[in-house]
């Protein structure tokens, strides 16, 4: 068993071997013959169909083209339309879970119920929002008022917008001395400068002051 099953995968690892190593076949000069003769008669065919039309008169060249159309729809036509007839909604229905086992053909008057368009009753009004559509992610709405009034906010505090906005508002006014927009005055004018306080002069008393300043003492004191 084991012989026969070396020898079954030595074939098989052969014949594949043989098989990558043969090259592409190349199509037969008879089929390449074959394919020319058949081209050559419908070019042929081709060709006398519009030599006869062209020989005929103006008005009957619409005609005959008229006919050809109608050769080659008519056939289709006709298949379609039976096709139309056949046309049942009974294994839909059932697959919906209708549990409708007869059957429920699609006639015209059916058809044209099904694809009318309903009117829409008095005092009412047409919706275009969609219930079940996807609510949108508010967030990019939110990041790009956020970036605006981060520059808003920059120029603000650069002082772009001083020229416009009033007193109160500018960012010297409300930063103060912290605002990189401010500016020290340099037209204020210089400190005033402290006045020397008065010295208190005394009376300069002679020897006859001072002994009726030494009586007036010495009456006061007995």
Request: glycine share 8%; charged share 20%.
């Amino acid at each position: 068993m084991a012989q026969q099953k070396l020898a079954s995968k030595a074939q098989a690892t052969a014949g594949a071997d043989k098989a990558a190593t043969e090259p592409p076949k190349k199509i037969d000069t008879g089929t390449l013959a074959a394919i020319g003769l058949v081209l050559a008669t419908l070019l042929g065919a081709v060709g006398t169909i519009f030599a006869a039309i062209l020989k005929l008169p103006m008005w009957q060249i619409p005609l005959v083209m008229v006919g050809i159309m109608l050769a080659i729809s008519l056939p289709s036509m006709f298949i379609a339309y039976l096709k139309l007839r056949k046309r049942n909604l009974g294994p839909i229905l059932d697959a919906n879970g209708w549990a409708i086992n007869n059957v429920a053909k699609m006639n015209i008057p059916f058809g044209r119920s099904l694809t009318d368009m309903p009117q829409f009753p008095s005092g009412s009004e047409r919706s275009f929002e969609d219930p079940y559509a996807e609510k949108r992610s508010p967030w990019p709405k939110i990041i790009i008022v956020l970036i605006i009034l981060a520059v808003i906010g920059g120029f603000w505090y650069f002082g772009k917008l001083d020229k416009v906005l009033p007193g109160k508002a500018k960012s010297t006014d409300v930063l103060g001395t912290n605002a990189p927009a401010y500016k020290p005055p340099t037209n204020a004018a210089p400190a005033a400068t402290p006045k020397p306080a008065a010295r208190l002069s005394t009376p300069s008393v002679g020897p006859e002051g001072a002994s009726k300043s030494k009586t007036e003492r010495t009456e006061r004191h007995n």
